[in-house]
């Protein structure tokens, strides 16, 4: 999913906003458009001496009356400098009207904008991706996953060998003063590479379904399976930023979904569901309700048991053991 086809389906769910909050970009839009019909009819300048346009101010000038209100905003500013630019990444649903009740559709499509505004980093296959969790009933648990699945990872106290020209070597279980250990004389058994990043995953919410039932064994008609997959994929590995947000624009296409608006993760943290029901109970993916990051998944049984893991930090890290590294993420409330 591109930032325009993004803020075409923003738009579509946006109220307009008043014309009074337009008018600097429309201001600033005019003032593009007259400086291009300038270079037009100017005399043409020496070719080593002209200056190449930016390809968002190109799509600025030519957007039509046809794109919604935000969309406009958004672009307006993008178009007014580096300043603004740096502004959007910082704050980019600052840069959107505000929306009292939105949507399901509307927060799986400002969640995707707003991975879209953040950097991208692309890991290499000797790293790994490093998340700490909580598990309910408050439980911490911190996770060292193989990019590339090559390496041993580790979830917890629990080592995970990884798979090596197909083949994985582990130590047989011993049972000793009624423990098990993993001291037993070494075997290998064939094996395919567990990755805790996707290269192949699209960019593109059309192509994710196929992508998931191919890679992930989701059944196509079952919602429960789709997203709790999606809520997976984010709670434990490592996804681009165009991934996440075609995650979740696939997510807005699929029927089904519904709004709950002032709950909590497992962590205790406010935000706003994206929910479904599902054998009598109702399970959903939270975000925080004012920068719609993700924040956890969370499920309901049918007499009211509740459970669900709460994502506190995401990082790229160089061995099994350290906690930072240069694609760090901290949830926004995570004071740890």
Same mark, same amino acid.
């Given at each position: /999913? ?15 906003? *008043?014309?009074?909050?337009?008018? #600097? ?15 037009? +009819? ?17 799509? &600025?000038?030519?957007? +039509? ?8 905003? &958004?672009?307006? /500013?993008?178009? %007014?400098?580096?300043?603004? &630019? ?35 980093? +692309?890991?290499?296959? #000797? ?21 590339? !699945? ?8 629990? %080592? ?7 083949? /994985? ?60 997959? &999606?809520? *997976?994929?984010? #709670? ?5 930023? @165009? ?19 002032? $709950? =909590? ?11 479904? %029901? ?12 004012? =920068?719609? =990051?993700?924040? !956890? /998944? ?8 509740? %459970?669900?893991? @709460?994502?506190? +930090?995401? @990082?790229? $890290? ?10 760090? =993420?901290?949830?926004?409330?995570? !004071?740890?």
């Amino acid at each position: /999913m591109t930032e325009l086809e993004l803020l075409r389906e923003l738009g579509d769910g946006t109220p307009l906003a *008043e014309l009074a909050d337009l008018a #600097d970009a429309r201001t600033r839009l005019m003032r593009e458009i007259s400086a291009e019909r300038a270079a037009v +009819t100017a005399p043409r300048a020496r070719p080593s001496a002209r200056i190449r346009r930016p390809r968002r101010s190109r799509l &600025v000038a030519a957007a +039509t009356v046809s794109l919604a209100a935000a969309a406009a905003v &958004v672009f307006g /500013m993008l178009q %007014s400098g580096a300043s603004h &630019v740096r502004s959007m990444a910082s704050d980019p649903v600052g840069q959107l009207p505000v929306l009292a009740r939105p949507t399901a559709v509307q927060v799986l499509h400002r969640a995707a904008f707003v991975a879209l505004a953040s950097a991208t980093i +692309t890991p290499r296959g #000797d790293q790994f991706v490093y998340t700490r969790t909580t598990q309910s009933p408050g439980h911490t648990i911190q996770s060292w996953l193989s990019v590339d !699945g090559t390496r041993a990872s580790r979830v917890g106290p629990h %080592s995970m060998p990884g798979c090596v020209n197909g083949r /994985m070597s582990m130590r047989l279980l011993r049972e000793d003063g009624g423990k098990l250990r993993y001291d037993g004389p070494i075997f290998t058994r064939r094996c395919t590479p567990q990755r805790a990043y996707f290269p192949d995953m699209p960019t593109r919410a059309a192509g994710m379904l196929p992508y998931l039932e191919r890679t992930q064994g989701v059944r196509p008609d079952d919602l429960n399976d789709i997203a709790k997959t &999606v809520g *997976e994929l984010l #709670d434990s590995d490592y996804l681009l930023p @165009a991934q996440q947000a075609a995650l979740y624009g696939f997510l807005a296409q699929t029927p089904g979904i519904t709004v709950r608006r002032d $709950v =909590t993760d497992v962590a205790g943290r406010p935000g706003v569901g994206v929910a479904w %029901s599902s054998g009598g109970g109702q399970a959903m993916l939270i975000f925080d309700s004012r =920068t719609y =990051t993700y924040l !956890g /998944m969370s499920t309901r049984g049918v007499g009211g048991q509740r %459970s669900g893991t @709460a994502l506190l +930090t995401t @990082a790229i $890290v160089a061995a099994v053991g350290q906690v930072s590294g240069p694609s760090a =993420t901290p949830a926004p409330t995570d !004071g740890a």
